[in-house]
């Protein structure tokens, strides 16, 4: 049954990729587009198809999953010319996994739907592992029968699949995912300066802190490399910056004050400024360490 | 073996009463002490003993456990006249339960030392749920020999029980307790005004974000009170606001730079001069919706 279901990825990059080869071992048929043709050839090795433009990718695809940096990548790939909308068949189904500003989303899911394109944001968190996993969370925006449609796409993928409003919706949840994660991550590292200042023993400040109602999925996930200095990502500061760019500006179109959102997006975007961009995010503590004047080696 | 082990509570509040009452339960002789005597014939009622002073209480205990409000508190009850230090025999262990300032342990540790007693910090985290449950986490500071000598009183009140370094570290961790817990609360706050103006469903988001790197303790057990607009206490905004003075000035005497721990201390100090003192620090969402001229009824 799916392998009659032809599906394009545009983006085989660290999340694309093994996107793409989660739907491959689900049983689509998939195709696979890559600005770098490398990662084409690594997925045509992994049993996928290849192809060398967008439009050969898309021209028979009955949906087409977009996994790129940024808005402007988005808009280019999909609007620019020789893109999707130029090229796909009327009635396909594209899901947009890329995380980019709500408004761009519903900008460009109408432009779709002027070409007879049904639109999906389906923006993912749980980062590389979640995606090599298929165990990805995923926020949903679109109209209820399109997301019926991408559901069994979205659940090679992942295990957490909700649908959460229309077009942009995904998006907007996603924005909330990265204000809650980059503060988590500061917070973290504020208590985990503040402990070592004070000659307390990190690592078992960090199991009783986990067991309280200060517990989350940092503390689980990433004190121990914030304890230990290893910053080797995971997700860069450069991604992390460029999402809280939508935050604080979602947030200004709406009203809305958010004041810890901010300041950790000023202090990831100094963290940046001082070089440490292709770090992990969790490299915040290495801010909050150089602005306690504890810079370590 | 433990009904002959005599433990004084002192202070049988919201945490101590149900704290005392387990330790009742895991059958120690235990002499509650409250100033206001209500509670004191209240803890009888549930078969504990009652003493009418301070002396009464500890002057036969092997074990003082204190569950007081604020660091003067301590003070006044340990160090006062006809307080814990002046009556309590040579040899006895006295475990403080209170979140107070680590200085204050450091230098009542050092005076109740010099009367021979021996002294170890225990604030907790948990709730009154926690207390009630038995399942509070506790941090623990102080000598290794009196922390294992407190360890069955702990873990008649807890699950998880740390030792995390000498007198004055439990404290110091349960400050960056309050740090994560008041941040996390106030990044949720934020993310639901963020998402209710965005019109998305906040249950809808609440269940996807709690699934991926954005989960923490305060979405799984806070949530739906911020969304329903329910901040009846759980722990008041007046007392998270004494913990935050702790968590700011404990930062600043070891030069440590807490960029959203500071900014969340204003927002907690700006709720409670708004007159809502009272209420659950959950309530912090209260701040951002009025902040973001989203004030609801």
């Known amino acids: 049954m799916r392998s009659s279901t032809a599906v394009a990825v545009l983006g085989l990059g660290i999340m694309g990729g093994p996107m793409a080869n989660n739907l491959l ?4 048929d998939v ?3 890559n600005r770098s043709p490398a990662k084409v050839a690594n997925f045509v090795e992994q049993g996928g198809r290849g192809a060398e433009t967008i439009a050969a990718a898309v021209h028979d695809a009955d949906v087409i999953v977009t996994m790129l940096p940024d808005s402007p990548d988005v808009e280019q790939v999909v609007a620019g010319e020789d893109g999707v909308l130029e090229h796909a068949a009327s009635g ?3 899901i947009d996994a890329s995380t980019i500003r709500p408004d761009v ?3 460009m899911a109408a432009a779709a739907a002027d ?4 639109a999906v944001d389906a923006p993912v968190s749980g980062g590389e592992a979640g995606a090599i996993e298929g165990s990805l969370s995923i926020m949903v925006g679109g109209a209820a029968a399109d997301v019926d449609a991408a559901r069994p796409i979205l659940e090679a993928m ?3 699949v909700v649908h959460v409003g229309p077009a942009g ?3 907007t949840v996603k924005a909330a995912n990265q204000l809650i994660v980059a503060g988590t991550i500061e917070l973290v590292a504020e208590a985990l300066v503040f402990l070592d200042a004070h000659g307390v023993d990190a690592e078992a400040a960090v199991k009783v802190l986990a067991g309280g109602l200060a517990g ?3 503390l689980d996930r990433k004190a121990a490399g914030m304890i230990a200095g290893d910053y080797t990502p995971g997700f860069r500061v450069d991604l992390h910056h460029k999402d809280l760019g939508i935050v604080t500006a979602a947030a200004r179109e709406a009203g809305v004050a958010i004041p810890l959102g901010v300041v950790v997006a000023q202090l990831m975007g100094a963290l940046r400024a001082r070089g440490h961009g292709s770090l992990d995010h969790s490299a915040l503590r290495l801010l909050v360490d150089e602005l306690s004047g504890r810079a370590r080696s």
Chains 1, 2 share one sequence.
Not at 25 to 28: I, M, P, Q, T
Not at 115 to 118: D, L, P, Q
């Open 25 to 28: 071992r689900a049983g689509y």
């Open 31 to 33: 195709i696979g587009y």
């Open 92 to 94: 396909a189904l594209w």
């Open 105 to 107: 989303t519903v900008r």
């Open 115 to 118: 070409k007879g394109i049904r």
């Open 158 to 160: 992942g295990t957490t």
């Open 169 to 171: 919706s995904g998006q």
């Open 216 to 218: 989350n999925r940092i």
